[in-house]
């Protein structure tokens, strides 16, 4: 059973890696896909601009009986990001999926990060998550004002680096934490015009993972972006309608709902910090130490 079949996608980031992964299964469930990237390095230093990794997943879905386009828009450029949308709808007529995948990494210990380095990694993935989203959402609101049916949908890509801290990677951290909350405001925002907007948080080796340990056999298998492409499928599809506002966390080993801030341990508040050492000292010990990035693994910072 095809699950996207007739749907239009937009995926950045699409030429290699998990945006490849999804590209290829989207089009394997029936989707017209927009293949977005600009083929430049892992952290964002190359000169880009080369199709070639756009192009190849192309000709990969065009043999299997699909429709596809290259695109190479900067995503995290304002005009950059509204061509690609506007491609889609020139291209096949329409827009329902945008899976905003697109990212660089640039890891450093804070105090040693640079400004280019924070600047670069929160552009693209920051800014490359909204601004897509941003008019994607545009012309979602146009069609249904116009009284036409939308059912769209939205899948931005958070980290575990984002919802549990991982030291080296202040940058992106902090960039997929704001992706994690952008994408349940931008739920709560578009769902009066037929979008639900989810985000995962995958793992999965690709080029911007490798090097980082030795995985066995077993544990690679798992790490296939196929099994994360196979939950953004399935979001994508109209099977998917009434789910929106969530954050998954998404393997070979399983998918999890990864829960959003909770309200904590309460004391009453006063406008003397020398009463307040008890009291603070009390909700801290009563409330949830922080997560690690290992499931049921707790820090104490």
Known sequence: MKLCEGRIAVVT????????????????????????????????????????????????????????????????????????????????GGLDILVNNAGILRDRMMINMSEEDWDAVIKVHLKGTFAPAHHAGNYWRQQSKAGKPVDARIINTTSHSGLFCNIGQAN???????????SIVAARELQRYGVTVNAIAPRATTRMTEGLREWTPEQLERRDPEWIAALVTWLC?????????????????????????????????????????????????????????????????
């Not at 977005?36 to 000169?47: F, K, P, Q, V």
């Not at 756009?54 to 596809?68: C, D, H, L, R, S």
């Not at 599809?237 to 009434?242: D, L």
């Not at 399983?254 to 801030?261: N, P, Q």
């Open 13 to 92: 980031g699409a030429g290699r890696g998990l945006g490849r992964a999804h590209a290829l299964m989207l089009a394997t469930h029936g989707a017209k896909v927009v293949v977005n990237d600009m083929g430049g390095s892992a952290d964002g230093r190359g000169e880009g601009n080369d199709q070639t990794p756009a192009e190849e997943v192309v000709q990969a879905i065009k043999a299997m009986g699909g429709e596809a386009v290259v695109d190479t828009s900067d995503v995290s450029d304002w005009k950059g990001a509204k061509a690609m949308i506007d491609k889609a709808v020139d291209s096949f």
């Open 172 to 182: 992106y951290a902090a960039a997929k934490a704001g992706i994690a909350s952008f």
């Open 237 to 301: 599809s109209p099977e998917a309608s009434k789910v929106s506002g969530k954050v998954f966390e998404a393997w070979g080993y399983g998918y999890a709902v990864a829960e959003s801030w909770q309200h904590g341990p309460l004391t009453q508040a006063s406008k003397n910090p020398a009463e307040l050492g008890a009291s603070i000292e009390e909700i801290i010990r009563f409330s949830r130490k922080n997560a690690g990035i290992d499931r049921d693994t707790w820090l104490d910072v």
